[in-house]
């Protein structure tokens, strides 16, 4: 555990003003080996290859400038950490928003999402919490199983956000986070009126 760099310190822009600028905490669910934590890493800014950094929790700490505005967000990558009871449950709660993720190659991963949305809602239930499903491994073509038609549906279904990536080809990572940012800040715009 810790062998990775998990705060990246490459972070882009220096705050002045740390105080009054909000961390936005994102949780990524999903299978295992679906990519989250390839999506971390790409979000997190660590080059891919040497050290492989797999399994264990991970959180990076990233500041991101959204429609000419910095957003702060630190983002979990613990889901599979361990397999207790209590972190699950300590995930389901600690987002202020989440990126529940599958593979397009794998059916029974794209169950699974629409199965962590469900608890997500039980767990979060008067909230109006912002979620994106991510259709990830969308590079792999030929072996696709989950078309984006029916993750759009799903997307509509569960009333979420939609988007598909490619963690290897950093395709649309950095539109996804961006998307989460506008998500966030949607809410808490409404909320305060
Ligand atoms: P996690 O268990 O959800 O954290 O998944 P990982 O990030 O560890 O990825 C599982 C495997 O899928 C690894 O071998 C990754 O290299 C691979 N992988 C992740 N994202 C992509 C992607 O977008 N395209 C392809 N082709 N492989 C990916
Ligand atoms: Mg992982």
Not at 23 to 45: C, D, N, P, T
Not at 142 to 164: H, L, N, T, W
Not at 182 to 192: A, F, G, M, T, V
Request: charged share 30%; glycine share 8%.
């Amino acid at each position: 555990r810790g062998s990775c760099a998990s705060d990246s310190s490459d972070s882009v822009i220096s705050t002045g003003s740390e105080a009054d600028s909000q961390v936005y905490k994102v949780v990524l669910l999903g299978e295992h080996g679906v990519g989250k934590s390839s999506l971390a890493r790409v979000f997190g800014g660590v080059e891919e290859g040497g050290h492989d950094c797999d399994e264990t929790g991970n959180t990076y700490d990233r500041s991101i400038v959204v429609d000419e505005e910095e957003a702060s967000i630190l983002l979990f990558d613990i889901w599979e950490q361990d397999n207790s009871q209590w972190l699950k449950e300590q995930c389901m709660r600690m987002g202020d928003a989440y990126i529940i993720v599958y593979s397009v190659t794998d059916k029974s991963s794209f169950e699974k999402a629409s199965e962590l949305r469900i608890q997500l809602r039980r767990a979060r239930q008067s909230e109006n919490i912002p979620i994106i499903l991510v259709g990830n491994k969308s590079d792999l073509v030929r072996s696709r199983e989950v078309s984006v038609d029916e993750g759009s549906a799903c997307a509509v279904v569960f009333d979420c956000k939609f988007i598909e990536t490619s963690a290897s080809l950093h395709h649309n990572v950095q539109d996804l986070f961006e998307g989460i940012v506008r998500q966030i800040r949607l809410r808490k715009d409404s909320k305060e009126e």
